[in-house]
């Protein structure tokens, strides 16, 4: 059964950081690509931060680009998203997510194979 299980959401104030972290189990963690999503109250969950397998490769939202950084140990089977200058507008649920093929991830929440239960990230201003 695979779980992904994720840690190190809070309430920070504006300007401040954050590291979410990701643990995995069930699965080949050194197979899959890992994402970070997140999601207001009545919108679509956003995929914002994504690194391949062997980490060679990572995208990131436009939103988070130059402030949120995704790593990855697969000794470990972690994910990490470091989060700097965190604005109010970055306030969520953080997801983390993981499957088999990179590409299909970048695509969209709805093809992601495997989910966490979130952890919850609030700025205040």
């Known amino acids: 059964q695979v779980q992904l299980v994720e840690s190190g959401g809070a309430l920070v104030q504006e300007g401040g950081s954050l590291r979410l972290s990701c643990t995995a189990s069930g699965l080949r963690f050194e197979n899959f690509a890992m994402g970070w999503f997140r999601q207001t109250p009545g919108k679509e969950r956003e995929g914002i931060a994504f690194i391949t397998w062997s980490g060679d490769r990572t995208d990131y939202a436009d939103s988070v680009k130059g402030r949120f950084t995704i790593s990855r140990d697969n000794r470990k089977n972690q994910v990490y998203l470091k989060m700097n200058r965190l604005e109010p507008e970055d306030t969520a649920m953080y997801y983390c997510?993981?499957?088999?093929?990179?590409?299909?991830?970048?695509?969209?929440?709805?093809?992601?194979?495997?989910w966490g239960q979130g952890t919850q990230v609030t700025v205040s201003s």
């Open positions: 997510a993981a499957h088999a093929e990179y590409d299909i991830m970048l695509l969209g929440a709805h093809l992601v194979g495997y």
